[in-house]
């Protein structure tokens, strides 16, 4: 079986933030026969994620983790799908399943790979489990989890404590700052346009929400919105607004640190966090992948399951159409331009 | 009773490397009365810490923990001593004392205010508990608590970790680098002089060191002294030795943070970390004081007691003389003079 499969790939490495024009959409085929041991997957839905952009580049810190992206290669992404054809017997067609797989129409992946089979799992019930299909891929995928692992496992939050969530109408900040809130915190959160702030204090239930481009000095606006200092930063940006946000810090405040997006492009200048802020106030800053906590995963995902059930969180997702949007869905990501989780659905 | 008290102050808020010339010694008195609940003390050695320099800039963060010190002020310090005066039930003349006093000859205290009674403690069996008594403010002081927990509660070191230690002929340094070798762990340390870097491997067993000083980079230095990477990083500098044990360090790497004796001054420049670096290894930094582990200083001394009896741990101590010795000895800190915890002995 031969399926036509337009694949993304980047002509060039990627340094800087993106554009459009860093990107292809080639023509390949996928070929799939019924002794090969593989499954076909037909993705319905691509998970859009800042954090690829380091995979882009020709040196970076994700290479420790992560191989490099080379140009005209595949590109690897979670995906939601259907398998079309499986020469397994643990998949048969009709399951819908969730891996990371890639920026492709179709994919195939072989069960017996141990590598492989720790990324993918099938929708439970089939369809989304109850849920729809996209939020396995952003309230109930990545981005939930490092949310969840982020604030409950780094963080540890206590009732009452004071959060902060930068870009926090991004895909993990929006779901960062709602688990605040269920865990008592008192919660505010920085975005980027006045319709984003809205969302957040009208939408999403912060106990506040500025523009942080209206803000000359992050410092003193910190200090305004957290009179008694912050006590958890749910980091995503990076640069100046962690110097503030440590400026701003309580005794053993805890920074969670999962990505820093203005410095994925070196666009914005660095952090130069203080260290003296650092020590004296006995501050933790952390580094972490939700992938840290896969075996807790079942245990999130019940718990995130049953808050959406009640209507207790707000998931938002963007969503554009066809493998010809990822390019510009991808270089909007550095613009500001999404709102919650990115997706791409494909017909 | 009234004896005569010379003290140290500084003569104006202190900025940048201090010098002798910012300090002057006092005259004073120590008036003690039967009836005062007071307790006298007469200081034998006085600690010398680099961290006090915070205390005595206009701002810094250090003020989040600590009051700043105000011109013409007594300076708070660690001492030990004996007592020669006790209006408190507690206290009877001849016991030997280390608290937070000040960089003074004669301190008073009264046993019955809790912040104070806090940090004084009688020295078991007088005269030292069977150790000198200058080991009290060293390697049984907040040094060697310093070291301790930052190594085993921070850092928790697992048998054949690879562990970086800056400034690691220091106070701190010498001995975290020591007890990570008591733990089983690979360990450098680094130092500003060729015969600091011998001290480090002839004298204290590290089982590598080198001169900071003669490394144009860095980075490379240590990618040359780990080639499979750092653990731990046991941090006393800052700057730019803090980027480049980063960029060495392997996942799940942990950074104690302690003193960043480079950034105290403001003489070099700030670290910038590449924080995709602290996601993609999942990196932890976290900043300490060893008096968040108090309830745990009677473990870790038996510990270390034990280490120095069974001749296992090498106490470096550097001794200066007299109350007016004071400023030279504190600048010198800063010029990286001192080998080991700097103490003022008293007549």
Known sequence: MEVRNRYVATRRHV?????????????????????????????????IDPYQLNRMKVTSASHH??????????????????????????????????????????????????????????????????????????????????????????????????????????????????????????????????????????????????NYKEEPDLKSALKRYFPDGIDIYFENVGGEMLEAALANMNTYGRVALSGVISEYTGAGRRAVPDLLEVIYKRITIRGFFAWDFLPKFPEFGAVIGEWIRQGKVHVLEDVSEGIDSVPAAFAALFRGHNVGKKLVKLA
């Open 65 to 210: 983790a992560v191989d490099g992206i080379l140009p005209g290669q595949r590109i690897a992404a979670y995906t939601a799908g259907e398998v079309v054809a499986s020469a397994s017997p643990e998949y048969a067609a009709g399951d819908v399943v969730v891996g990371v797989f890639g920026w492709e129409e179709y994919s195939l992946f072989d069960p017996s790979s141990p590598a492989t089979a720790a990324t993918v799992h099938k929708v439970a019930g089939g369809g989304g489990g109850g849920f729809p299909l996209s939020h396995h891929l952003s309230v109930l995928g990545t981005s939930g989890m490092t949310a969840y692992a982020g604030l409950f496992e780094v963080c540890k939050p206590a009732k009452g404590e004071k959060v902060f969530v930068s870009a926090a109408s991004g895909s993990v900040g929006s779901l960062a700052g709602q688990f605040a809130k269920l865990a008592g915190c008192y919660v505010v959160g920085c975005a980027g346009t006045q319709a984003k702030v809205d969302l957040l204090k009208d939408k999403l239930g912060f106990d506040d929400a500025f």
């Open 15 to 47: 340094e800087g933030a993106p554009t459009e024009a860093d990107f292809e959409v080639i023509e390949g085929t996928a070929r799939w026969s019924p002794d090969s041991g593989e499954v076909l997957v037909k993705n319905l839905f691509l998970s």
